[in-house]
């Protein structure tokens, strides 16, 4: 004999899917007599009964909606648009500050180079050569800067003074 924990999902779905049918009154014969009878003795179909005949008595309660004519899709649609185009209007604004920021940057930052490439071009022509050259003249002693010393230091001590 198989228990239900073996064979059960099986059997469940496939009586799973005459839910539908026997709602609808078109399941009959003995299809229809071994589905009433599994779903008398298997308790989460059962509960999947009751919950799919609540469903269809809810369906069949409410009243159809009206047509909503022909011009439905151009006014969702013209409304979509307007929504989107919405926001992006407020997007864009929210970035103008910076955007106009970023331009006064960038045109300061030009100015800038210009003025320090003409100051750069205008000084290099015109500009002395900044090397100092240094010529012993006749007589002066070379020493004068750093004397020979005329001992040397017998320690190290004496050669820090």
């Known amino acids: 004999m198989t228990t239900e924990s073996q064979f059960g999902r099986v059997d469940c779905q496939k009586h799973e ?5 026997y709602l609808n009154a078109e399941l009959s014969g003995a ?3 071994a589905a009433i009878e599994h779903w008398q003795n298997c308790p989460s179909c059962r509960a999947q009964l009751e919950d799919a005949a609540l469903s269809t008595r809810l369906l069949r309660a409410a009243e159809p909606a009206p047509d909503p004519g022909p011009g439905f899709a151009r006014r969702v649609m013209a409304s979509i648009r307007a929504a989107e ?42 500009a002395q050569p900044n090397v100092v050259t240094v010529r012993p003249t006749e007589g002066m002693p070379m020493d004068i800067l750093a004397p020979e010393p005329t001992t040397v230091a017998a320690n190290a001590d004496e050669a820090l003074f």
């Not at 899917?17 to 049918?21: P, T």
């Not at 955007?99 to 490439?117: E, M, Y």
């Open 17 to 21: 899917a005459l839910l539908e049918d």
């Open 31 to 33: 299809e229809g007599k």
């Open 85 to 126: 185009s919405e926001r992006s209007a407020l997007r864009a604004n929210f970035w103008q500050p910076f955007v106009s920021f970023g331009w006064r940057f960038a045109a300061t930052a030009t100015l800038a180079l210009i003025a320090l490439v003409s100051y750069n071009a205008r000084w290099s022509r015109h």
